[in-house]
């Protein structure tokens, strides 16, 4: 009876995620008597270096006779084309053809991120404003590749050699990550005209818009708008600007953006800025400027605007606002026209369908796990817990939590920054950029956790208790003192079977949907064999990571309401694990925004310093989700097995899959 139940709850889960997927689908293709359906196409562009993947919308009054304007859209670093979905849906409602790209590194794009290039010289503050006397320009900076290509990101190829080039024969080489490539393939589309076509950018795409927008100055397919969510602005000092002209460019302003060079590294944005040298020379004007105000002419190409948007450097993506003013800026600078007004948006329902879909499809494996555990080669995996006598209540409990959440939450900023730019690894093994950052936090943790939990069984064997590795969630109960490796094989093969049920319906849903499964940022979406091998290089990391802090936070600190049973007992024991695997990052998180929002400036950039400012203090927004749902796998599967495998194995399994799905590669 129960394994029919589990089967009904099963199918019913992926039924419901290729509904709302197919939902999603339907959306993003438009289509009414007042909205023009959109044809969506994936395919790749051939370069001199590689493929660059793309997704196309081009909505049915794009035709060879009538002919469209055109926007480029360029995604943000660690992001892919997905992540410029809201714009692509809403401009292509309104008749335009939109192009998304995978940029250097990222997505499905086989070309790598050090193809940017990188010089050994850095500027600390905008280009154009620095100076070798007062040290804002400095040479000679060393590191690993990847650290010194990540001080060059706001550095251009369009700029003067003194930037662009160094003694050493290193060079900017594309700026525009592949955006140069991708223009000039949208340009020669026969239903694109050519002489209106419009590039934007988020983060990292934004240097990208600026690049492919100098790189066609002057040409007869130049962009005639260039539209920056959260991008720096540089002076003219910095290239020839005799040569080189921007037309009509809207700046999306975050009010709290993470990343110090989107807010000329001020601490706050705020209506300083808008008297600054820098923020004068992009508005064309002498004295101090106005948020959401356009200045100069949509007809010379002079129109300049700040939008000030009240959500932070991620959320720009996905901001109505920010939305809806771009929208209009594409309509009059391209000289098109739409009926629809620019508040009629539907981007978020496609968002909130794949979210679902993607939630379905992950909690799936609980029903999954169920009809598997019961029955066959699986079901010696399921173990009875431990008894109470080694459970730990009251003050010892709280100080075990805090001590873990104090311990992850501190390291976090350090680690993960250290990790990402500077680490000793072999850049050409070890290829995720973001992925170095939690290879070095999570090496850190697995020590200390390590020697946290062998600390605990020895104060236990001093005190005349057993410690047994039954208590630890790591053998039979018929041999409680030895380590099962039974136990891990199979827990292994069920959290793989577990996993390939997940990336099966990713598969099915990429084929059938051109969608992967996301929240706005990349998620869940199938690998190329690249990536793949980088999964499995991670993978081992990830493990031993997971399989220590669900040990320490289940086993170790298992409390009377492990052992409760029914939902209330599952909630009673969830909340406590989640808070040990989340509160670290919950405590990192809330040092960053409070005093961000009160006005002082990110707590990252305060307290430590810019350096820990920036990517993974911005990744926490999409970090803390993650960990609450692993930490709900994590509860269940143990409370249902008796052992820390099944749930560590598979967490850990889905963590690497973020990271090494479609984040950056360097190679």
């Known amino acids: 009876m129960e394994k029919r139940k589990s089967l009904i709850a099963l199918a019913l889960l992926l039924v419901l995620t290729f509904v709302c997927m197919f939902g999603a689908y339907r959306v993003q293709r438009a289509g009414s008597k007042e909205v023009p359906s959109v044809d969506i196409r994936e395919g790749m562009i051939d370069t001199s270096l590689g493929h660059i993947a793309y997704k196309l919308y081009v909505p049915e009054t794009a035709t060879e006779t009538s002919k469209a304007p055109a926007v480029l859209l360029l995604h943000g670093y660690q992001n892919d084309h997905e992540t410029c979905s809201a714009f692509s849906i809403e401009l292509s409602r309104r008749g335009f053809v939109v192009m998304a790209i995978d940029e250097y590194g990222h997505g499905s794009t086989d070309i790598g991120l050090l193809n940017r290039g990188y010089v050994n010289q850095k500027v600390t503050v905008n280009y154009g404003e620095d100076s070798e006397a007062d040290g804002t320009f400095r040479k000679n900076v060393g590191g690993a590749e990847r650290y010194r290509l990540m001080m060059n990101f706001s550095n251009l190829s369009f700029f003067d050699d003194r ?31 050519s002489s209106r076509m419009g590039v934007s950018g988020h983060s990292m795409g934004t240097w990208s818009s600026w690049t492919v927008a100098a790189y066609y100055s002057g040409t007869e397919i130049e962009p005639k708008a260039t539209v920056l969510q959260c991008g720096e602005l540089f002076r003219k000092s910095a290239y020839d600007s005799n040569s080189i002209h921007f037309n009509n460019v809207l700046l ?44 100069g002419s949509f007809s010379d190409g002079s129109a300049r605007r700040m939008e000030l948007l009240m959500t932070n450097h991620r959320l720009t993506t996905h901001n109505s606002k920010g939305i809806e003013v771009a929208l209009e800026w594409f309509a009059s600078a391209l000289g098109s026209t739409s009926h629809l007004a620019g508040t009629a948006q539907i981007y978020m329902v496609k968002e909130l369908l794949v979210l679902a879909a993607m939630l379905f499809a992950v ?12 029955s066959g080669f699986f079901r010696e995996v399921v173990q009875p817990l431990p008894s109470r006598d080694s459970m730990i209540t009251g003050r010892k409990w709280m100080t075990g939590s805090l001590t873990g959440i104090l311990i992850t939450g501190i390291t976090y900023p350090f680690m993960t920054q250290l990790g990402h730019g500077l680490l000793p690894v072999p850049e050409k093994v070890f290829r995720m950029t973001i992925g170095n950052g939690f290879l070095s936090w ?25 410690a047994r590795f039954h208590d630890l969630g790591m053998a039979e109960a018929d041999e409680p003192d030895r380590f099962s490796w039974k136990l891990l094989l199979r827990s292994l093969a069920l959290s793989a079977v577990l996993f390939l049920l997940v990336y099966t319906v990713t598969c099915v849903c990429e084929s059938l949907f051109g969608l992967d499964l996301r929240f706005i940022w990349p998620f869940f979406r199938t690998f190329s064999l690249t990536r793949l091998g980088q999964f499995f290089i991670y993978l081992p990391v990830y493990v031993l ?18 052992y409760a049973t029914g939902e209330a007992g599952f909630l009673k024991t969830w909340w406590r694990t989640c808070l040990q695997m989340t509160g670290g990052v919950l405590l990192i998180t809330l040092i960053e925004y409070v005093p961000f929002f009160a006005g002082l400036g990110p707590g990252a950039d305060l307290l430590f310093g810019s350096t820990f400012g920036g990517p993974f203090m911005s ?25 820390i495998f099944t749930g560590a194995f598979l967490s850990a399994a889905m963590a690497c899959w973020i990271v090494t799905g479609g984040s950056s590669i360097l190679y």
């Open 545 to 562: 990571f997971f399989s220590l802090s669900t040990g320490r936070s289940l086993a170790l600190m298992r409390t009377e309401a492990t």
């Open 163 to 193: 930037y662009t080039k160094d003694s050493a024969g290193n060079s900017i080489t594309d700026s525009s990550c592949g955006g140069i490539d991708a223009y000039r393939y949208l340009a020669d589309l026969p239903y694109v005209d």
């Open 442 to 466: 999570y090496g850190l943790l697995i020590i200390i956790f390590a020697v946290m939990t062998a600390v605990r069984l020895r104060k236990q064997r001093k005190a005349g208790d057993t």
């Open 252 to 295: 999306l302003q975050a009010k709290y953006d993470e990343f110090s060079y989107f807010r000329d590294y001020k601490a706050n944005v705020n209506d300083e800025l808008l008297s600054t040298d820098l923020r004068k020379e992009f508005l064309g004007i002498s004295e101090a400027g106005e948020w959401n105000r356009t200045y």
């Open 363 to 374: 909690f799936s494996v609980i029903p999954a796990a169920d009809v598997l555990l019961s």
């Open 619 to 643: 990744l926490l927004i999409v970090f803390v989700p993650q960990v609450i749902v692993f930490s709900l796998i994590c509860t269940y599967m143990y409370r249902r097995t008796g052992n």
